[in-house]
């Protein structure tokens, strides 16, 4: 159960947007359409953004998309505003009934 | 929808704690439940998964054999029983809601910080 590899940091200026990335095995990501997003403020719980590789839950800002190619997931988030930056975890289902995070990324608006 | 938690606390190493986890505002018997725990400072890692009506249940490599998750639909109510605790199961546990599992979690608690002392 090996956490899927997320980069530590990603940046981008208001109204730019930012991409990033969580890497697994054909036996999580590339292997199931499973791969959710959570954002995370410090001291709060974590706040579902993406299920299902690319769809939105009720009330997420449509400046926030997802997607999948191959072993590899990917979060966008399109015209950044300051209540962005927060950390993002990717989140998939594994072989045997197992789950997985990433290891987080921190979004920095500049 | 709510979930709120209790049970955590601070404990010697080797010690048992149960933590519980009290949902409202939906349909508990339908949704499967997961704890997660967030050591301070780091990332989320997912402890254990228990189907909607308690027949399968799942669990991370670090915590099989300790934990053991448990529910209660008469009393929307989920438990995760920590056993055998060590210095480095010290975290902030979440329970969260999903509508199968391997779906996602759109319904968290507030969490429950766990201290396991040497």
């Known amino acids: 159960q090996s956490a899927l590899t997320q980069p530590p940091s990603a940046s981008g200026s208001p109204g730019e947007s930012a991409t990033i990335s969580c890497t697994g095995t054909?036996?999580?990501?590339?292997?199931?359409?499973?791969v959710s997003w959570y954002q995370q403020h410090p001291g709060k719980a974590p706040k579902l953004m993406i299920y299902?590789?690319?769809k939105r839950p009720s009330g997420v800002p449509d400046r926030f998309s997802g997607s999948k190619s191959g072993n590899r997931a990917s979060l966008t988030v399109s015209g950044l505003q300051a209540e962005d930056e927060a950390d993002y975890y990717c989140?998939?289902?594994?072989?045997?009934?197992?789950?997985?995070f990433g290891g987080g990324t921190k979004l920095t608006v500049l | 929808v709510q979930l709120v938690q209790s049970g955590g606390g601070v404990v010697q190493t080797g010690r048992s704690l149960r933590l519980s986890c009290a949902a409202s505002?939906?349909?508990?018997?339908?949704?499967?439940m997961h704890w997660v725990r967030q050591t301070p400072g780091k990332g989320l890692e997912w402890v254990a998964l228990?189907?909607?009506?308690?027949?399968?249940?799942y669990y991370a490599d670090s915590v099989k054999g300790r934990f053991t998750v448990s529910r209660d639909n008469s009393k929307n109510t989920v438990f995760l029983q920590m056993n055998s605790l060590r210095p480095d199961d010290t975290a902030l546990y979440y329970c969260?809601?999903?509508?199968?599992?391997?779906?996602?979690?759109?319904?968290w608690g507030q969490g429950a910080l766990v201290t396991v002392s040497s």
């Open positions: 505002g939906f349909t508990f018997s339908n949704y499967a």
């Open positions: 969260a809601s999903g509508a199968g599992v391997a779906a996602a979690l759109p319904y």
């Open positions: 054909s036996s999580d990501i590339g292997g199931y359409n499973y």
């Open positions: 228990i189907s909607f009506d308690g027949g399968n249940k």
């Open positions: 299902e590789v690319t």
């Open positions: 989140f998939s289902y594994t072989d045997s009934n197992n789950l997985v």
